[in-house]
């Protein structure tokens, strides 16, 4: 979807959350591919000081139950509240009915979060401090939510990371050929499906109860961290948060935070595991959760990276398919980019398995059970 062809309204959920105060600006904020997000500068009384919030319109074409989204959000943020951190996960603020979805008259759903000042998110680990400060951001996340109960928590897009549900759409998406476009990528389609067999793994021992279904993030790329300065100091995006395994978590940061380039970098070749942050993350990340795996997840956490950059590369393909309804995109062939990006990354992951491997065991054997 490309966010310029949309007209957004936001002057009546601005009234809605902030009723007669001065708006001083509000401009686009971040690189989501899922959200609108607004940077909104208010003046909170007349000559008073200014104060900036997030806007932001959920597409409720992605989260179908939006209410499931922000009742997720508000456990989490009464949990953590608790305690005084130096992380934190940004808080909801209700609007004028003391609600905090905000419905307008287009139907578009608002919400309004504080804004964590003075920070910055990064799309790319270009220094060893940012992989381990991601590491220890999202190992701190999930230890907090370690004690909590996934069956309290919606799952906001049900299947999330089911890789069967996953193929299943590519399969389907292969099938329809919507767009017209599959002749042109048929040796993608082929990488990504030659594979299919294989990493059922992960699927087979989360059905079967042997990995323990978690609270976890569902979305830990890394620009879902926001840093101030030399420091991770918040983990945002909750919207995906509920249900899931370690492995997601884990896998989709390694899949953003330890790759030598972007995730929809142009030339796709230059798509490699980067060591040292790999290194870097592992070990910060299993520091903070080591001693709450359990003997079964520490086997399997090798398979998490290439599990969830395949996932991704069979999403990101499958909307290619379908003609770009799912994420944003700046330019047609920006899906198909993305696609081959984590098909480069997944053959990196592949040649340096066993490297990968060692690295997680001695992290883990700093903990003893
Ligand atoms: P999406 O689901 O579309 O990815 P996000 O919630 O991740 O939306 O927000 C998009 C971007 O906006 C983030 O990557 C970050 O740069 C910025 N952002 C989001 N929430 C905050 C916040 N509370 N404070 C400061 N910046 C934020
Ligand atoms: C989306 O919301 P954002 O941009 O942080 C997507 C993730 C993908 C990611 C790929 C709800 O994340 O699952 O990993 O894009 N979120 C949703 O960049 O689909
Ligand atoms: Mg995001």
């Known amino acids: 979807m490309d966010m310029n062809r949309r007209q957004i309204e936001y002057e009546e959920a601005i009234e809605a959350f902030f009723p007669g105060r001065e708006v001083i600006s509000i401009i686009p904020h971040g690189s989501g591919h899922i959200n609108d997000t607004f940077k909104l500068e208010i003046r909170q009384e007349t000559?008073?000081?200014?104060?900036?919030?997030?806007?932001?319109?959920?597409n409720t074409g992605v989260f179908k139950n939006p209410a499931g989204i922000i009742a997720n959000h508000i456990k989490l943020q009464q949990e953590f509240s608790a305690r005084l951190e130096d992380i934190v996960v940004p808080a909801l603020l209700p609007d004028r009915n003391g609600e905090y979805l905000f419905t307008d008259q287009q139907g578009?759903?608002?919400?309004?979060?504080?804004f964590i000042p003075g920070t910055h998110s990064i799309e790319l680990v270009e220094e060893p401090w940012q992989a381990r400060q991601a590491g220890n951001a999202f190992g701190w996340f999930a230890g907090r939510c370690s004690p909590l109960d996934p069956a309290e928590f919606e799952e906001a897009i049900p299947?999330?990371?089911?890789?069967?549900?996953?193929?299943?759409?590519?399969?389907?998406?292969?099938?329809?050929?919507?767009?017209?476009?599959?002749?042109?990528?048929?040796?993608?389609?082929?990488?990504?499906?030659?594979?299919?067999?294989?990493?059922?793994?992960?699927?087979?021992?989360?059905?079967?109860?042997?990995?323990p279904l978690r609270v976890v993030h569902n979305d830990t790329k890394i620009n879902n961290l926001?840093?101030?300065e030399r420091k991770a100091v918040a983990v945002i995006d909750?919207?995906?948060?509920?249900?899931?395994?370690?492995?997601?978590?884990y896998g989709d940061a390694i899949r953003t935070g330890?790759?030598?380039?972007?995730?929809?970098?142009p030339d796709h070749r230059k798509s490699s595991l980067v060591p040292?942050?790999?290194?870097?993350?592992?070990?910060?990340?299993?520091?903070?959760?080591?001693s709450a795996a359990t003997p079964r997840e520490r086997e399997f956490f090798h398979l998490a990276p290439v599990l969830m950059t395949y996932i991704m590369g069979i999403r990101f393909l499958a909307d290619y398919l379908n003609g770009d309804v799912y994420y944003k995109t700046?330019?047609?062939?920006?899906?198909?980019?993305?696609?081959?990006?984590?098909?480069?990354?997944?053959?990196?992951?592949?040649?340096?398995?066993?490297w990968m491997q060692d690295i997680i065991t001695d992290s883990l054997n700093h903990f003893i059970l």
């Open 159 to 211: 299947d999330f990371h089911r890789l069967s549900f996953r193929l299943r759409q590519l399969r389907e998406a292969v099938e329809n050929d919507h767009a017209k476009r599959l002749e042109q990528v048929r040796e993608v389609v082929d990488f990504f499906l030659q594979r299919a067999g294989s990493l059922g793994r992960i699927e087979e021992l989360t059905n079967s109860g042997e990995i």
């Open 238 to 249: 909750l919207d995906t948060v509920g249900p899931g395994s370690l492995f997601y978590d």
């Open 258 to 265: 330890a790759n030598a380039v972007m995730e929809d970098e």
């Open 276 to 290: 040292w942050a790999f290194e870097a993350y592992t070990r910060a990340y299993l520091a903070q959760i080591g």
């Open 108 to 114: 578009g759903v608002w919400r309004v979060m504080e």
């Open 47 to 58: 000559g008073g000081a200014r104060s900036c919030f997030i806007l932001q319109r959920i």
């Open 330 to 354: 700046a330019y047609a062939d920006h899906n198909l980019v993305r696609a081959r990006v984590q098909l480069a990354f997944i053959e990196s992951l592949e040649s340096r398995a066993s």
């Open 226 to 228: 926001l840093f101030r």
